[in-house]
């Protein structure tokens, strides 16, 4: 399981400019697709060959009414639920009631906790530890969020414990010789059939969703393989095809009937679509798009998952608020626009036993693994067609391409002068190999590697 780490503190400590400063290189990407850096809260990042999952819990002030509340309310459940929490405090203000209010309860919590005496570039770092001692949390490490200073001692405390990640995928494959032929990877989990992780907001009918696909007459459920951390696995078969089912709503069997018995949780949400193979993100349709939506719908991006979409409730609806949603959906899910959509109802079962055909195509996409020749020709084939521009009067040399990795598949592509391939070239490259290949519900990754 990928560790969580949640960051808090009071507004205006430096939360968000850590978390952007952590999660930066992947920020990036989603950013550029959704604008939707300004309001998220959690991303994945990557230290020393772990990953991990940065969760900004939102400013805790203490007074929180109405709404905030409610926010408030699920950081502190993160914060239950994180493995190590980041606790900011600025070294300018010094020692605040709000922050030993914070500490008191982390304190409590008894929680794997670290004091992080952030803009450390404004005082002195031996006045920073001692100003903070009183929170009774151990000694406070001074960092700079905006400088990043300190970056380094803070991330070996709270994630040198961690294991490294299993390398799923060699890094450099040698080029395959043979047919051009795809050959799909029985890959570490074929055990588990497509791990697939039903995934959105409270009530979008999740749950609803989970008992339905588990109660169709033609799916055998196997007894749970075991459950890891709060989602439950849950392996099933349908026609040929096994699969795992990772439920976050917490769907319980009682008898014949599966019933929820646990609330929303972000980190347990996180967790799954880090777990899964393919996401299947439900959405209400009689909602909309809402915020919420997409800030999770930027963490599958920034993830790689593979994905399907759901419009749940699509029951009863009228023509024109069909219609409506529709458009909602071109305008503002484009950035995840190789994702199969779905309208169905969970309540009735219309339109659910479709899902698998989109969930088994997208897993396909995902995990093939193309042979180099194959890469390479396309590669070949794309630059005829459009040359990559002139830098300094010399033109970008692109000459073969490989598979790097699989769900997502990364293909690294080789030669010179790499690092000035402009963004449009890159997405022009992408969609010649999402063309050709027929990729469908799976980001793409490409990667260069220079050398003459
Ligand atoms: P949040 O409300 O906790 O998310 O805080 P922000 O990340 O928005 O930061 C609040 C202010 O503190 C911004 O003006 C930042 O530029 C500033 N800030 C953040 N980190 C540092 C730091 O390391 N040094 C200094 N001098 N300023 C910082
Ligand atoms: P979860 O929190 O995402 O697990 O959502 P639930 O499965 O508990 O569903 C929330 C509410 O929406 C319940 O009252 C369900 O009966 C209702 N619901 C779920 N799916 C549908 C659907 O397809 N159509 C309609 N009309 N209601 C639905």
Known sequence: MVPVIALVGRPNVGKSTMFNRLTKSRDAIVAEYSGLTRDRQYGEAKWQGRTYILIDTGGLSGDEEGIDAKMAEQSLQAIEEADAVLFLVDSRDGLTPTDQMIGEHLRKRNKRCFVLANKVDTVDPEIARAEFSPLGLGDALPVSAAHGRGIQAMLEAALGVFPRDEVEEPEDVEPAAGDGQPRRTPGPDEKDGIKIAIIGRPNVGKSTLVNRMLGEDRVIVYDQAGTTRDSIYIPFERGDEKYTLIDTAGVRRRGKIFEAVEKFSVVKTLQAIQDANVVVFVMDAREGVVEHDLNLLGFVLETGRALVIALNKW???????????????????????????????????????????????????????????????????????????????????????????ANPPLIVIHGN??????????????????RVLKLVGTPIRIEYKGGE
Request: aromatic share 12%.
């Open 315 to 405: 029951d009863g609806m009228q023509p024109g608020e069909r219609d409506y949603v529709k458009t909602e959906l071109e305008r503002r899910l484009f950035f995840v626009n190789f994702a199969d959509v779905h309208f169905i109802s969970a309540l009735h079962g219309t339109g659910v036993g479709h899902l698998y055909k989109s969930v088994q195509a997208a897993f396909t996409s995902a995990v093939t693994r193309w042979p180099t020749n194959r890469l390479t020709q396309i590669l070949e084939d794309a630059v005829q067609e459009h040359q990559p521009p002139l830098v300094n009067g010399r033109r970008i040399k692109l000459r073969y391409a490989h598979l790097g990795g």
């Open 417 to 434: 002068q790499v690092e000035a391939v402009p963004k449009s070239y890159s997405r022009y490259l992408e969609n010649t190999y999402r």
